[in-house]
T-cell receptor, first 114, second 115 residues
Framework: DVKVTQSSRYLVKRTGEKVFLECVQD?????MFWYRQDPGLGLRLIYF???????EKGDIPEGYSVSREKKERFSLILESASTNQTSMYLC?????????????FGNGTRLTVT | AQSVTQLGSHVSVSEGALVLLRCNYS??????LFWYVQYPNQGLQLLLK??????LVKGINGFEAEFKKSETSFHLTKPSAHMSDAAEYFC?????????????FGRGTSLIVHP
C-alpha cells in the first residue's frame, strides 16, 4: 500500500519565519502535489511536480516555493510566513507517465502562523 | 478549464437512509472523475473512479456513482447510511496539464449521519 508521510501533523510558526513542510512517498510515484485545504474552499493546488527537479505552479503559488531533489521527497517552503497562510496542507502522490491514476494523500499538516 | 460543482456544503441523513451527494462537472474532453472521502484528522482516500466503460461505478464501503454525460453529473449514492459514513466527500475531475494528469477538486460536502 502506498504511504505518503508528512513530517509534522501540527506546526506553529511566527509571522516572517521561513517554514519547511516535508513530504515523503514510498511507492516510486512520479507525480507529487501540495494542496491547501480551507473550510468552504475545498482543496486548492499550490504546486506539483511530475519529475525530479521539475515543478509547475498550481492555482495559488504566491508566497510558496517547492523543492524536489529526490523522487520520493517533495518539500513546500513558505519563504516568509504570514497569518493568511494558516491552513491545512496536504501532500499527495500519483503515478505519472501519462497515466490518470488516483492521488494518494498524507494525513496533512495543520499550520498556524501567529 | 475544467471545474467541479458540489451542490450542498452539508448533507444530513438519518442512519439507514439513502445517501445522495451531488457532483456536476464541466469538461471539454471526456472526463476522468473521482470521489474521495476524508475522515476527521486524516488525508483523503479514494472511494471510486470513472475513466471509461461502464457508467455505474462501484466503490468501497457500499458507495457507487453513475456517470451521466448528458447531465454532466457524477452523483455519489449509498442505499443505507451508517454512522461511520460521517465524513467530508470530495468530487474531482482530472485534466492533462504540464506533463501529467492534474485533478481539480470540488469544495466538498460534509455528510452528517443522525442516529
Amino acid at each position: 500500500d502506498v504511504k505518503v508521510t508528512q513530517s509534522s501533523r501540527y506546526l506553529v510558526k511566527r509571522t516572517g519565519e521561513k517554514v519547511f513542510l516535508e513530504c515523503v512517498q514510498d511507492m516510486d510515484h512520479e507525480n507529487m502535489f501540495w494542496y491547501r485545504q480551507d473550510p468552504g474552499l475545498g482543496l486548492r493546488l499550490i504546486y506539483f511536480s511530475y519529475d525530479v527537479k521539475m515543478k509547475e505552479k498550481g492555482d495559488i503559488p504566491e508566497g510558496y516555493s517547492v523543492s524536489r531533489e529526490k523522487k520520493e521527497r517533495f518539500s513546500l517552503i513558505l519563504e516568509s510566513a504570514s497569518t493568511n497562510q494558516t491552513s491545512m496542507y496536504l501532500c499527495a502522490s500519483s503515478l505519472g507517465g501519462g497515466r490518470n491514476s488516483p492521488l494518494h494523500f498524507g494525513n496533512g499538516t495543520r499550520l498556524t502562523v501567529t | 478549464a475544467q471545474s467541479v460543482t458540489q451542490l450542498g456544503s452539508h448533507v444530513s441523513v438519518s442512519e439507514g437512509a439513502l445517501v445522495l451527494l451531488r457532483c456536476n462537472y464541466s469538461s471539454s474532453v471526456p472526463p476522468y472523475l473521482f470521489w474521495y472521502v476524508q475522515y476527521p484528522n486524516q488525508g483523503l482516500q479514494l472511494l471510486l473512479k470513472y475513466t471509461t466503460g461502464a457508467t455505474l461505478v462501484k466503490g468501497i464501503n457500499g458507495f457507487e456513482a453513475e456517470f451521466k454525460k448528458s447531465e454532466t453529473s457524477f452523483h455519489l449514492t449509498k442505499p443505507s447510511a451508517h454512522m461511520s459514513d460521517a465524513a467530508e466527500y470530495f468530487c474531482a475531475v482530472s485534466s492533462f496539464s504540464g506533463g501529467s494528469y492534474i485533478p481539480t477538486f470540488g469544495r466538498g460536502t460534509s455528510l452528517i449521519v443522525h442516529p
